[in-house]
């Protein structure tokens, strides 16, 4: 079956520090790997797609089909990058649909 | 960029009565929508999925006769919270796929459903 994990729940860094958002998943083919962000009062926002292997914000994350982790990664933190976020998780066997991980709250302290 | 605009977005009744939440495409036509239902601080949870002229796929565990949806149009999904008890309150977000954007989803701003 297929499922998302984002092993935490919230993960507090002061500004400047490097973030790793981590996310592992379970899928039987190939899966087209996300990553949602919600800044506070906000709509879910697309922040990085694997396929495009591009970077947003800062922000990059790379698909390791070995671990199955799409890890989400910032040398530099910025105030401005706390929000929720979400890993999420389409396969071609799924009729489409986007599965969401648990979520991690990224609390960047000034 | 695509816009998906959900309506309304905040919304209190009562016990027993039904309430109906709109989800339009703006600038594309949205064959695919999704819905979830998202409880506070915790993640999406898909409710069901509608194609455009089909009747809707729902994930187990999830009462179609309670959550109807209806996806007439490729502008527009309904989700219909039928007989809505204190326990359905919770947050519900639309979601559109449309084959024009690529394989890429936008999401509505979500509707907050309060039952009383």
């Known amino acids: 079956a297929q499922r998302v994990t984002q092993p935490e729940k919230l993960l507090s860094v002061f500004k400047g520090a490097p973030v790793e958002l981590k996310c592992n998943y379970s899928y039987s083919g190939s899966p087209e790997l996300f990553w949602y962000v919600q800044y506070s009062r906000q709509r879910l926002q697309l922040l990085l797609r694997?396929?495009s292997r591009e970077s947003i914000k800062g922000f990059t994350a790379d698909l390791n089909k070995g671990e199955t982790s799409f890890h989400l990664k910032k040398p530099f933190a910025q105030e401005e990058d706390s929000a929720m976020y979400y890993c999420?998780?389409?396969?071609?066997?799924?009729?489409?649909?986007?599965?969401f991980g648990q979520g991690t709250e990224l609390s960047v302290k000034p | 960029g695509a816009v998906v605009s959900q309506h309304p977005s905040r919304v209190i009744c009562k016990s027993g009565t039904s309430v109906k939440i709109e989800c339009r495409s703006l600038?594309?036509?949205?064959?695919?929508m999704f819905w979830y239902r998202q409880f506070p601080k915790q993640s999406l949870m898909l409710m069901a999925t509608?194609?455009?002229?089909?009747?809707?796929?729902?994930e187990q565990g999830v009462e179609k006769d309670k959550f109807l949806i209806n996806h007439a149009s490729l502008t527009l999904s309904t989700l219909t919270v039928t007989s809505a008890h204190p326990e359905d309150s919770s947050f519900y977000i639309c979601?559109?796929?449309?084959?024009?954007?690529?394989?890429?989803?936008?999401f509505g701003s979500g509707t907050r459903l309060t039952v009383v």
């Open positions: 694997h396929i």
């Open positions: 600038d594309f036509q949205a064959t695919t």
């Open positions: 509608s194609n455009e002229g089909s009747k809707a796929t729902y």
């Open positions: 979601s559109a796929r449309g084959l024009d954007r690529g394989p890429g989803y936008t």
């Open positions: 999420a998780l389409s396969g071609n066997n799924q009729g489409g649909k986007l599965i």
